[in-house]
């Protein structure tokens, strides 16, 4: 039996949840879809400046999982930008940090 996901906390709730390339119609594009989690540890990581271990305590997740989550985001982040996809963010097993 799988073990259940632990919730994932964050700090900071997108309002904005949808990027796509200019010029292109929607209905042309492929999607890439970015859970929350992912977003928040991108977030951290490369806007905040934060070390690995200290991101990791502010989502309540260990190191090596949140370095999981910012390998995976920045490989769907890449891929969009280079395969000119648009970016959804949704989703993800988070809870909002109060």
Same mark, same amino acid.
């Given at each position: 039996?799988?073990?259940?996901?632990?919730?994932?906390?964050?700090?900071?709730? !997108?309002?904005?949840?949808?990027?796509?390339? #200019?010029?292109?119609? %929607?209905?042309? =594009? $492929?999607?890439?879809?970015? !859970?929350?989690?992912?977003?928040?540890?991108? #977030?951290?990581?490369? %806007?905040?400046? =934060? $070390?690995?271990?200290?991101?990791?305590?502010?989502?309540?997740?260990?190191?090596?999982?949140?370095?999981?989550?910012? =390998?995976?985001?920045?490989?769907?982040?890449?891929?969009?930008?280079?395969?000119?996809?648009?970016?959804?963010?949704?989703?993800?097993?988070?809870?909002?940090?109060?």
């Amino acid at each position: 039996m799988v073990r259940p996901r632990l919730f994932r906390r964050i700090a900071f709730s !997108p309002h904005i949840t949808y990027f796509k390339p #200019r010029g292109v119609p %929607l209905r042309e =594009l $492929e999607e890439v879809i970015l !859970p929350v989690d992912e977003f928040e540890a991108v #977030r951290l990581k490369d %806007l905040e400046g =934060l $070390e690995q271990e200290a991101c990791a305590r502010k989502m309540n997740i260990s190191q090596p999982t949140f370095h999981r989550l910012v =390998l995976s985001a920045r490989k769907k982040i890449a891929d969009a930008i280079v395969n000119g996809k648009a970016i959804k963010i949704e989703g993800g097993a988070v809870y909002q940090k109060k």
